[in-house]
T-cell receptor
């Protein structure tokens, strides 16, 4: 049982390049999330999708777009990467059928923008 | 504005002793609190949670204490084991939200257990 799978694990981009971070979960969860983790900042929510077909902005959405392709997959796109987007990105999912169900995280994508 | 604060970036504890990780929050609307544990090159994993209707929740070696008046929670690990070496994130949410989109994380504390 893979849980939440993120690809790629590592990526180096030049400023202005674009890329898509992929995320898939096999737990039949309704909700999916994208976080970024920066030193001294904890985990901050970029975008989330409460259910298939819906997406909403989180705390730090600027410079990102998302697509909830189907129930399993939730991708994060950087259209024009900036050095400030150097970070570790985590995808997470949860079963929203109960209050306060815990998040299940992928292993992260480490992105460096030069 | 950091609503959830973990003021100790790191903590070292001898194996077998008690590890105490602290977390403070400022938002009085928070009423559900969680701890996540993160190993290097892995995503965070859920460890233990507590609702504001309780002041203590225990799961094996892990106990979380909540002091609502002080807006403070702590995670106790007894006895500490080498496998407990990880970064621990405190997180808080309001039960008004049926989901995690309003979950606020602290900055994390790196716990090192010394053999």
């Amino acid at each position: 049982n893979a849980g939440v799978t993120q690809t790629p694990k590592f990526q180096v981009l030049k400023t202005g390049q674009s890329m898509t971070l992929q995320c898939a979960q096999d737990m039949n969860h309704n909700s999916m999330y994208w976080y970024r983790q920066d030193p001294g900042m904890g985990l901050r929510l970029i975008y989330y999708s409460a259910s298939e077909g819906t997406t909403d902005k989180g705390e730090v959405p600027n410079g990102y777009n998302v697509s909830r392709l189907n129930k399993r997959e939730f991708s994060l796109r950087l259209e024009s990467a900036a050095p400030s987007q150097t970070s570790v990105y985590f995808c997470a999912s949860e079963n929203k059928s109960s209050y306060n169900s815990p998040l299940h995280f992928g292993n992260g994508t480490r992105l460096t923008v030069t | 504005d950091q609503q959830v604060k973990q003021n100790s970036p790191s903590l070292s504890v001898q194996e077998g002793r008690i590890s105490i990780l602290n977390c403070d929050y400022t938002n009085s609307m928070f009423d559900y609190f969680l701890w996540y544990k993160k190993y290097p090159a892995e995503g965070p994993t859920f460890l233990i949670s507590i609702s504001s209707i309780k002041d203590k929740n225990e799961d094996g070696r892990f106990t979380v204490f909540l002091n609502k008046s002080a807006k403070h929670l702590s995670l106790h690990i007894v006895p500490s084991q080498p496998g407990d070496s990880a970064v621990y994130f405190c997180a808080a949410s309001s039960n008004f939200n049926f989901g995690n989109e309003k979950l606020t994380f602290g900055t994390g504390t790196r716990l090192t257990i010394i053999p």
